[in-house]
């Protein structure tokens, strides 16, 4: 793997494990400026990123004006220098989507955004992901393409991945418990404590205690075979540690 690669790869790890963004939009009401906000944001398998928002929020009243967006995601650094810490600049258009699968993706995401469904002026948005920038600390600064970032479709759909889903937390909550243990270095935790809530070609999401983590796979998965093997070879691993 060559340094573009491994920087694509990094860049999309980070984009899954921090799904709280900033969203600078061109304001409306400020006659262009640029403006900030904050919202929760889920990517697609390719690497698109998609974001609930009220019709009355100034993001989407300003993208319903201008669709070019750039949304924003780093690490926090807990101490020290935040510089010393990745982040990641996605830019490109937005446009409001009709996707009944994003959609329940989306809520087994964010549960608590199911709330908003009475409010009939919440829409989706998806930002067509166009321009890539990826700093991963001191001296690892790239422009990364569209195809180094994106990812082809995986053969499985929604509902196979909520089978897969389902499958881990009501047959194998162990295998969920060790795994997000490794991969925390130690902490233990009871088994169903632990709850899987997404797959993806590039790993899956674990939560426990309201607390979301991004569990990456070795190598990219295309098809529920291959998704299998990997949560095999996963818990295997976790278990031998």
């Not at 640029?34 to 100034?58: C, K, N, R, W």
């Not at 881990?168 to 233990?188: K, P, R, V």
């Amino acid at each position: 793997m060559n340094k573009r690669q491994q920087a694509a790869q990094q860049a999309r790890a980070l984009a899954q494990r921090n799904s709280t963004a900033v969203l600078s939009t061109l304001s409306k009401k400020l006659g262009g400026m640029p403006f900030g906000s904050v919202s929760p944001v889920m990517l697609t398998d390719e690497g698109h990123i998609v974001f609930y928002v009220s019709d009355i929020a100034q993001h989407a009243r300003n993208l319903s004006q201008d669709s070019r967006l750039s949304v924003t995601l780093y690490d926090h650094a807990e101490k020290g220098d935040q510089n010393t810490q990745g982040r990641l600049t996605l830019s490109g258009h937005a446009q409001v989507i009709s996707d009944a699968e994003l959609a329940e993706r989306y809520y087994q995401r964010f549960p608590s955004a199911q709330g908003y469904k009475k409010a009939h002026d919440f829409k989706f948005w998806q930002l067509t992901v166009e321009h890539i920038r990826f700093i991963g600390g001191f001296g690892e600064i790239f422009w990364l393409e569209p195809e180094e970032w994106l990812y082809p479709a995986p053969e499985w759909d929604h509902k196979a991945a909520l089978s897969m889903i389902n499958h881990m937390n009501e047959d194998h909550a162990d295998a969920c418990a060790l795994i997000l243990q490794q991969h925390l270095n130690g902490s233990t935790f009871e088994p169903g404590s632990v709850t899987m809530h997404s797959i993806y070609p590039d790993g899956f999401h674990l939560s426990y205690d309201e607390q979301v983590y991004f569990i990456a796979f070795e190598t990219v998965a295309t098809d529920g075979k291959q998704v299998r093997q990997q949560l095999v070879e996963l818990t295997q691993r976790a278990r031998a540690a």
